[in-house]
């Protein structure tokens, strides 16, 4: 696949050409003044859960419109397959593996409570706002609970969401903890509120609010809007009595709990209000100067579309780290266009600061790459990613076309671009640069904190690598309902 497909892909390639010439990140960002920036993240969401990326059992239009109107991205990876570890390595730009908060796996309530991310750390939000933005935060935060850790602490001027990994859709007032201990009561700034109706449709309210309120200015804004849908408690915007069935039995997680039509309204309830946030730009005319941005903290669970890949959500298959990725920045980026370009989730922060013409802390520099010359059409370039999981149990490396993986207690060498689904085990055909990538790998991991031991919790490795490979599985398929959910 070329890097961009457009109608018009000559006078794509021509202007981009020109504009690569002319434009540095400084000088973007001088051309039109400093845009808007709308993150927008999914919890939990498969690579083809939404309808232009694959899904062909319900539409997400207004997703699609994003991708229509600018760029998807098909090589888009998570830093990690679970919550806590991406949203470190998204705010931060760094490998999650150099902060403590980062080794979480996600944070949970067991976890020690100095461990968060620490205020004093350069994140998007705060050096943003050191360039002259407002910033808001809208959704999950899950980053360490008050009184240290806080949005408002580490960037953000305003936050409504929840502190946690996790919410029932209909109850986040006082008596949250009724739906279990990794349910979080709705917080406005650092007090808690109790707000009623569908908790999407609450995100996109307050969403609409913030732009709403930015419009009245003149100074440039961060949204960071991070839904907590699809994530478990699987619930639909119909599904109230469901919800209370789930709280009187105390445990959202249940094997019974949740089906693939559910799943799907969630995720087009998802879509609807992703709808509202990009209406309310335009009728406020402020999509013109704004740069949207659509993503998953990592893959789907139980209910997802992973197709064409294998694995899932705590996996370093392809399934449990690929993710959608669309970018819309009208008037610099092609519209209808398609990027083979292998990119992670924290390229985003230097990328952002780039756009908005500034850069990383050069105290804390970014293991992520500025992909704005990406986003204005420069052809791809070969990268090199690096994950590891469950105190080193999963390990993986990506090098351009190859990946090493290290999972269930088995090691493979794949061809992610010819063999998608990891399928045919090169390591031995290949072993020159089998070799080269496990010692990579362990060069690498030499340079990030020590891993610590913790206590077992619920993991699904290695149940899709069984599955293909025959591999001896330990691991329950279905979590036993005392464990830690994620």
Request: charge should be neutral; hydrophobic fraction near 35%; include cysteine.
């Amino acid at each position: 696949m070329s890097f961009h497909t457009h109608l018009s892909r000559r006078n794509l390639l021509a202007g981009a050409a020109g504009t690569l010439a002319f434009s540095t990140a400084g000088r973007i960002a001088a051309q039109a003044g400093k845009p808007n920036i709308v993150f927008i993240l999914a919890d939990d969401l498969g690579f083809a859960d939404v309808s232009c990326c694959g899904q062909r059992d319900y539409t997400t239009p207004n997703i699609d419109r994003l991708a229509l109107e600018g760029t998807r991205f098909t090589q888009a990876y998570s830093n990690s397959p679970d919550c806590s570890a991406t949203r470190t390595a998204l705010i931060t730009g760094r490998y999650q593996y150099r902060l403590p908060v980062g080794l979480e796996e996600p944070i949970q309530p067991a976890t020690p409570k100095d461990i968060g991310l620490p205020p004093s750390h350069p994140t998007l939000p705060s050096l943003l706002k050191k360039a002259g933005y407002n910033t808001t935060l809208v959704g999950k935060w899950h980053l360490g609970f008050l009184p240290d850790f806080s949005p408002l602490k580490s960037g953000y001027d305003h936050f409504f969401g929840i502190y946690g990994c996790c919410a029932d859709y209909f109850n986040r007032g006082p008596d949250a903890s009724r739906s279990g201990d990794f349910a979080y009561q709705l917080h406005e700034e650092e007090v808690p509120v109790d707000r009623h109706g569908y908790m999407t449709n609450l995100l996109g309210d307050r969403a609409i609010q913030t732009i709403e309120g930015y419009a009245r200015s003149k100074e440039p804004f961060l949204l960071s809007l991070h839904f907590t849908a699809p994530h478990w408690p699987w619930e639909g915007p119909d599904d109230e009595a469901e919800s209370k069935r789930l709280r009187d039995i105390k445990n959202v997680r249940t094997r019974d709990s949740g089906t693939h039509a559910t799943y799907a309204k969630m995720v087009q309830s998802l879509d609807a209000n992703i709808g509202r946030v990009l209406r309310a730009l335009d009728v406020h005319e402020l999509a013109a100067n704004t740069i949207v941005v659509f993503t998953s903290d990592n893959g789907g669970e139980r209910f997802s579309n992973i197709w064409p890949f294998s694995g899932m959500k705590f996996e370093l298959l392809e399934g449990g780290i690929r993710v959608p990725a669309i970018a819309r920045w009208p008037g610099h980026i092609a519209t209808g266009s398609v990027s083979d370009q292998a990119m992670v989730t924290m390229d985003w922060m230097p990328t952002l600061l780039a756009i908005a013409g500034t850069q990383p802390d050069q105290a804390y520099p970014s293991d992520g790459e500025n992909l704005s010359p990406t986003l204005i059409g420069a052809a791809p370039h070969s990268r090199k990613f690096y994950w590891r999981y469950k105190a080193g149990s999963q390990r993986a490396i990506r090098d351009g076309d190859w990946k090493y993986l290290r999972i269930a207690g088995n090691e493979f060498l794949f061809d992610v671009v010819q063999d998608p689904r990891e399928r045919a085990n090169l390591k031995d055909r290949r072993k020159d640069v089998f070799d080269r990538l496990k010692s990579d790998w362990e060069t690498w991991n030499s340079t990030m904190l020590e891993e610590r031991s913790r206590p077992a919790t619920y993991t699904n490795a290695g149940n899709s690598m069984a599955d293909h490979y025959g591999v001896v599985n330990t691991v329950p398929a279905t979590p036993p309902e005392s464990a830690a959910p994620r």
